[in-house]
Nanobody
């Protein structure tokens, strides 16, 4: 699976953005998908993940209630709706695909079956 993230940009605090991650490959619908982010000078952090059928979602505590992950398997795309953005959300956001994504995140692994180039989100105060 090859991944292409888009939708980043500059937004004021309190604003919203929608990130998209387009995937190619026939196995997309069988993979868990996730978003991770890396702020300048900081380690990579998990943001959100979604099961292969979209029925189960996972969120990092700081984004719960503000971010929503979803997927459209017919379009091979996963989305991250971000609202009430805060300056601390500023980071490069990457999408990832892996059949065992949650297990890898919990284990602190950094390698996933597929990894997309990042899209920069900048939130000004």
């Amino acid at each position: 699976v090859q991944l292409q993230a888009s939708g980043g940009g500059l937004v004021q605090a309190g604003g919203s953005l929608r990130l998209s991650c387009a995937a190619s490959g026939r196995t997309f619908s069988t993979y868990y998908m996730g978003w991770l982010r890396q702020a300048p000078g900081k380690a990579r952090d998990f943001v959100a993940a979604i099961s292969w059928n979209g029925e189960t979602t996972y969120y990092e505590d700081s984004v719960k209630g503000r971010f929503t992950i979803s997927r459209d398997n017919a379009k091979n795309t996963v989305y991250l709706e971000m609202s009430n953005l805060k300056p601390e959300d500023t980071a490069v956001y990457h999408c990832a695909a892996d059949p065992n994504l949650i297990e890898r995140v919990v284990a602190g692994e950094e390698a996933f079956a597929s990894w997309g180039q990042g899209t920069l989100v900048t939130v000004s105060s």
